[in-house]
């Protein structure tokens, strides 16, 4: 069904569209009412042109003379310069107030306390108002350490009440493990990622397993391994956070501190250097006792408190993939990977422990007979073979 429009009405609306938008005739109904309202406004100016309006002197003599005897008579200005000069304004210069009796001492907002009270009162209320700032200083901070100390309040009462059924059921008598976390220090940290895949970190994290902290720095400093440059610095962030939050490799007291200082002395990686403790100070540790590892070999350990690596892995990060343009519109993906180490610190006095435990085990095992005296329970007219 089409419209019914006269060939008229079509004819004047293809007309209108060639027309330029400039050249047509705007009706005084299609302007804005402020513009309306200015066109007819009876009160408006014949000369008041857009070219008059620029130039219109907007100044307001009645004021700027009241302005200006209101200066004189306040002495900012003299009556005789004014016209020369100009208003000169004049600054206004303040300090807080040397008073006794300010209102903004802080003794005053201490409750209490009153001008007229002894020294000896005021002094009292002093301490009493210090002391009330103490606590509610620490009670915020306990608030805001709260989701570090105590995360979950309800699992750690569950945890704790475990713990009690534990302990009675024993009567009091703690585990193989529970006396081991009590005597012996360790620490475990983890790195941050790092720009290497697991199949190369691991050949650099295999030669560090095992050994003390200044072996394992020596054998990374003649380590060609790229990687081996970031593992140096992830361990010596183990072995700083091992002392200075759990107290590990203290129990030589000054020893302890040479060793760790030459070991960070040791900065050029072309040059290494065993970092082992002085002939004079032999003496103040004792005898060196020798140790049997698991795997049978025999070390010497001069220093119970000085710090090995006990156990060493890697693990795998993030990776993604970009893209390699080749020739005749081929491309290749390439992949870079993201891995991270983790160390588990221990003291020497650990490895003493097992090394005894070894040899306790091994005396209390039985001598082995080849023909034992024990009954034949079964007879069979034929081998077993």
Not at 210 to 216: I, L, P, Q, R
């Amino acid at each position: 069904m089409s419209a019914r429009i006269p060939s008229r009405r079509l004819g004047q609306s293809a007309l209108a569209a060639f027309q330029p938008r400039l050249m047509r005739w705007v009706p005084s109904t299609s302007l804005p009412v402020a513009a309306r309202r200015n066109i007819s406004n009876p009160f408006r100016s014949k000369d008041d042109t857009p070219a008059v309006n620029k130039d219109q002197d907007l100044s307001n003599p009645i004021l700027e003379k009241y302005l200006r005897q209101r200066e004189i008579e306040q002495g900012l200005v003299a009556e005789d310069d004014t016209e020369k000069t100009g208003p000169r304004i004049k600054t206004r210069e303040g300090s807080l107030s040397k008073s006794p009796s300010s209102l903004f001492l802080p003794e005053r907002e201490i409750p209490g306390w009153q001008p007229n009270l002894s020294p000896s009162e005021q002094a009292a209320l002093k301490a009493k108002a210090e002391a009330r700032r103490e606590a509610i200083e620490a009670q915020d901070n306990l608030k805001l350490s709260r989701m570090n100390v105590d995360p979950d309040p309800a699992a750690r009462r569950r945890l704790e009440r475990r713990l009690v059924i534990s302990s009675v059921k024993r009567h009091g008598r703690l585990t193989k493990a529970q006396t081991l976390a009590r005597t012996e220090r360790q620490s475990l940290y983890k790195s941050q990622t790092l720009p290497t895949s697991v199949k190369k970190l691991q050949k650099v994290v295999n030669q560090i397993a095992g050994k003390t902290v200044s072996e394992a720095l020596v054998q990374l400093r003649f380590s060609k391994k790229r990687i081996a440059r970031d593992v140096i610095k992830g361990l010596e962030i183990a072995q700083n956070e091992a002392i200075a939050s759990r107290g590990m490799s203290l129990g030589s007291g000054r020893l302890a501190q040479e060793r760790w200082e030459a070991q960070r002395a040791q900065t050029d990686m072309g040059t290494a250097k065993d970092v082992q403790i002085k002939p004079t100070q032999k003496k103040k540790l004792g005898v060196p006792a020798t140790i049997e590892l698991k795997d049978g070999r025999k070390k010497v350990v001069r220093d119970p408190s000085e710090i090995y690596i006990e156990q060493a892995w890697v693990g795998k990060g993030e990776s993604w993939k970009s893209p390699e343009y080749r020739a005749r519109g081929q491309m290749n993906l390439l992949t870079h990977r993201t891995t991270s180490f983790s160390v588990l610190l221990k003291e020497e006095k650990t490895r003493m422990r097992i090394s005894e435990e070894i040899k306790k085990k091994r005396e209390k095992r039985k001598l082995w007979t080849a023909l034992p005296d024990r009954p034949v329970t079964t007879q069979r007219q034929y081998c077993l073979w």
